[in-house]
Structures are given as structure tokens and as C-alpha cells.
């Protein structure tokens, strides 16, 4: 029996847990066992992006099975061991690391298996994106420390985030902004987009954020200036600043364009932290939102640079980060769907304290 929550996609506040009957595992599968995964914010904007991003349709239910229409699974980022293989060079034991739904078991088919990864070759997933399709085999690659285990699944895939936001702003020297204002400041991918920014010293780093999270933000050290979103108004309106949006409120947005206007040179929109924060704003003057989505600056990067230049330029920064998470990270670990889901409901509220992160393994007693 394989239990996994769903979730309204309509409604996210409305979620069950199932349990699937498992079939006996198909030629050329692997069957994996999920955890530990991480919940973040990110998760939620997975799911506000769902339909458009294309995220539902990585672990769509009727294709494993399951008949719930208008329901999803969440899409987490996290480990798994392999606990059945019918995949001559995969074998029973072995970790991955990778994208999954919240779950307690999935059944994948390797393909374009290497030492270092492979894809999942399920028929619904081909056409989707090389990004969220790829899993590493955690043994043999040199990036994944043990020491750093418990930092990987919050963190790895939002720094990869971070990294690819400063490198494009990098290439376009910061948009001539003299600030750079970064929304949502305590988002774990602001904080490390930050982080990367502040080494470049091109520009003021100035973080926007909520009146709880303040002291928080100060505490990392990754921005020059933090304000509350109360306090906009106190900022130099006549300073060209560019924009990073992690928020996606339109209240805030529309303070932030109405206090900048035309100085607002560049507004690179990320995520959706603030998932219930209004309307987008109209904008009378400034330069308008540029979506940005990181798996395709990825691939541009690859092609450009080959996996390995990429890994090298990601890691040379990642693990300087992730080192400084020790300091200012709190990392929970729990086990069982009913520890989940009171977690899952505070994101959704976004009442999670900034400084926390939070590690989940449905299964009990998983190792």
C-alpha cells in the first residue's frame, strides 16, 4: 500500500490522503521509496503555477492509477532509495535525489541512465522539462556531502534558483540599477540570491519584508538595507533600482511602483510567496514584470558552458551558502502524513517562521 495526499487544485486548503494499491513492478521500473523531501514556500508556488508552469503534470493521479479528477499531488524536491529494481545497473539500496510528489513510494523508468543520472522515461513525462525530469544518483556525485544532507532538499533547488537570477543580471550589468530591491526578503531564494549579489558589489542590496521577518533578515547578513513593506516610503523613490519579485502581491508591487515609477529599471518576477496578496498593479511607469523561469536560463547556461562548467560555477557558490545556512537554518525532521499536514496548512498561511525548514518522510520509522 502506497499512501499520497491530494490536493484540490482549485482549492489548497483541501487535501486528503490516499492509499494506492501497488502493482507488482513493471520491466525496466524502479521502485523508490520518497523521503526525506522538504515543504516550502516553493511548493506553494508550484501549485499557483501549476497549470501554467505544467507542474500538475509530473505526478497527474490518472496516470498512476488514480481517480480523483480536479485533484493534484504536491511536487516536492527530496531524497529516495531504491527498494526494488528491475534496472540491471540500478541497484536495490541505492539514493536518489530528485523531484517527487508527496508520497510514500513511486515506480520510475530510468532512461538515459548514467553514472551521475538518469530521466524518468514514463510516457507522460517525456515531453516535460529536463529539469524536473532528472534524478541524480547521489553516490556518485561529488556535490552531494553527507555533512550537508539535511540542507540539500530545502535549499538545492531554490540556490540553483538564486544563482541563475544573479548570473542573468550579472550578464546584463544589473540593469544599470544602482539598488537592487528584493521582495519577500526571507525567502530562502532571496536570501540566496542575495548572498550571491552582495559578493558581485554592484549594487545596493535592499531588502523588502514583513515586520516579523525583519530582525531575521538582518541577522544573515546578506543585504546592505532591510525594510518592511510599511516603510516603502522611506526609500530614495528617485534611486534606479531594479526589481526581484519573490512576493508576486500587487499590493506590494504597486507600493513599489508607485513610490519608484519610472526609476524602477528592470522587475524580474520569481515566485509567489504572497499567494493571496492582491491583483497585479497597473503600472503607469517603470519597466513592467519579466517573468523569469529558471529550468530554461538553465539550459541556455548548459548549452553554453557543458554540465560540468554549470556544476562547477553552481557549486563554487553553493557550498559557501549552504555552509552559512548552518547559521541562520532550522531544520525540523518529522515522519507521518498527520505531522504534515498542520506544516503544510502553515505555508499555505504563510505563517512558517523564516528561519525554519522542514524535512517530511510519510512513511514510519523511515530510515
Not at 119 to 142: C, E, F, K, M
Not at 207 to 229: C, I, M, P, Q, W
Not at 236 to 250: C, F, R, T, Y
Request: a negative charge; one cysteine or more.
Amino acid at each position: 500500500m502506497n499512501q499520497t495526499l491530494l490536493v484540490n487544485k482549485t482549492d489548497f486548503g483541501d487535501v486528503v490522503p490516499v492509499n494506492i494499491d501497488e502493482a507488482p513492478l513493471a520491466e525496466d521500473h524502479i521502485r523508490v521509496r520518497i523521503g526525506p523531501f522538504a515543504l516550502t514556500a516553493n511548493n506553494i508556488t508550484y501549485m499557483v503555477t501549476g497549470d501554467r508552469m505544467g507542474y500538475w503534470k509530473f505526478f497527474e493521479p490518472s496516470e498512476y492509477g488514480i481517480d480523483r479528477p480536479g485533484a493534484g499531488r504536491i511536487p516536492v524536491w527530496g531524497f529516495a532509495e531504491v527498494t526494488e529494481s528491475r534496472v540491471g545497473n540500478i541497484s536495490v539500496g541505492e539514493r536518489i535525489y530528485g523531484f517527487f510528489p508527496v508520497a510514500e513510494m513511486l515506480d520510475i523508468k530510468p532512461a538515459r541512465l548514467s553514472r551521475h543520472s538518469f530521466h524518468d522515461g514514463a510516457s507522460h513525462r517525456i515531453p516535460l522539462h529536463p529539469v524536473y525530469n532528472t534524478y541524480v544518483r547521489t553516490q556518485n556525485d561529488p556535490g552531494f556531502d553527507g555533512d550537508l544532507d539535511d540542507l540539500q532538499p530545502v535549499l538545492r533547488p531554490l540556490f540553483t534558483t538564486s544563482f541563475l537570477i544573479d548570473d542573468r543580471f550579472d550578464e546584463n550589468r544589473f540593469y544599470g540599477a544602482d539598488q537592487i530591491l528584493i521582495l519577500s526578503a526571507s525567502s530562502k531564494t532571496a536570501l540566496g540570491t542575495a548572498f550571491c549579489m552582495k559578493q558581485r558589489g554592484a549594487a545596493k542590496i535592499t531588502g523588502l519584508t514583513s515586520a516579523r521577518n525583519k530582525a531575521f533578515v538582518e541577522s544573515t547578513g546578506f543585504y546592505d538595507h532591510v525594510v518592511t513593506y510599511e516603510h516603502i516610503h522611506t526609500l530614495d523613490g528617485g534611486e534606479k533600482s531594479a526589481v526581484v519579485d519573490m512576493a508576486g502581491s500587487g499590493e506590494i508591487t504597486g507600493r513599489v511602483y508607485d513610490h519608484f515609477g519610472e526609476n524602477i529599471v528592470y522587475n524580474c518576477m520569481v515566485g509567489k510567496s504572497h499567494r493571496q496578496g492582491g491583483k497585479p498593479p497597473k503600472i503607469n511607469a517603470g519597466a513592467p514584470p519579466v517573468m523569469f523561469f529558471a529550468p530554461d536560463r538553465a539550459r541556455e547556461r548548459i548549452g553554453e558552458w557543458g554540465r560540468d562548467g554549470f556544476a562547477d560555477r553552481l557549486g563554487a557558490q553553493w557550498i559557501p551558502f549552504c555552509q552559512s545556512a548552518k547559521d541562520w537554518l532550522d531544520i525540523n525532521k518529522s515522519q507521518g502524513i498527520e505531522k504534515l499536514l498542520p506544516v503544510y496548512q502553515a505555508f499555505l498561511e504563510g505563517t512558517v517562521p523564516a528561519a525554519k525548514a522542514c524535512l517530511f518522510s510519510l512513511q514510519e520509522n523511515h530510515p
